[in-house]
């Protein structure tokens, strides 16, 4: 394979292996001709958190992986427009029940994720099938599963994603909740006053 003509296997490589590492079910990927001198891809992938945490780390997986291989990351510019359009959403919309410090702690580990040998090494291998097979289907993208599993079991990733949000309660019912707590409060200070 040729590294300089495979940017955009390697991107969508970065995808999959992504959307695997968070537990996603990847239903296809491809790549086809987008007009000289580049070559568009697609993954699809159900992922079950279209606006959150989970989108931003699938859409910026490409990104990562052009950058760990070519140490540069010259595509996916949608990418990067979907992911920082996934993570305002997260942020504006759900409640954080844990610090974001948890959020850079959990974006400095999968990016530490893609820096090791052996997630370069399934990048590669999984940049090799995407260029010499145009698209992968089901058979090769079970097991493309199996060898990250094989490298690492993930599934500790998936639940720390799943734990920094969970949607807001809406205001009326919160605000319910805090008086009610307010109101419990007066009262255990007043039967302690008697």
């Known amino acids: 394979?040729?590294?300089?003509?495979?940017?955009?296997?390697?991107?969508?490589?970065?995808?999959?292996?992504?959307?695997?590492?968070?537990?996603?079910?990847?239903?296809?990927?491809?790549?086809?001709?987008?007009?000289?001198?580049?070559?568009?891809?697609?993954?699809?992938?159900?992922?079950?958190?279209p606006v959150g945490v989970v989108r931003f780390l699938v859409s910026m997986g490409g990104v990562m992986a052009e950058d760990r291989i070519f140490g540069d990351d010259r595509g996916g510019g949608a990418d990067r427009v979907q992911a920082a359009a996934c993570l305002h959403n997260w942020s504006a919309h759900f409640r954080r029940y844990r610090p974001d410090d948890d959020l850079r702690e959990l974006l400095a580990e999968v990016s530490h994720l893609f820096d090791t040998d052996g997630c370069r090494s399934i990048l590669l291998d999984v940049s090799r099938m995407i260029y010499a097979k145009r698209e992968l289907k089901k058979r090769e993208l079970s097991e493309i599963a199996l060898m990250v599993h094989r490298w690492r079991d993930c599934s500790d990733i998936a639940q720390r994603v799943a734990s920094l949000g969970e949607a807001e309660a809406p205001t009326g019912l919160k605000g319910m909740v805090k008086d009610l707590l307010r109101f419990l409060r007066d009262l255990v200070e007043k039967i302690r006053e008697i």
Do not use: F, K, W
């Open 1 to 49: 394979m040729n590294i300089d003509h495979s940017r955009v296997a390697v991107h969508e490589a970065g995808h999959v292996v992504m959307a695997l590492i968070l537990g996603l079910n990847v239903q296809g990927c491809r790549i086809g001709p987008g007009g000289y001198p580049r070559e568009a891809g697609r993954c699809t992938i159900i992922d079950p958190d």
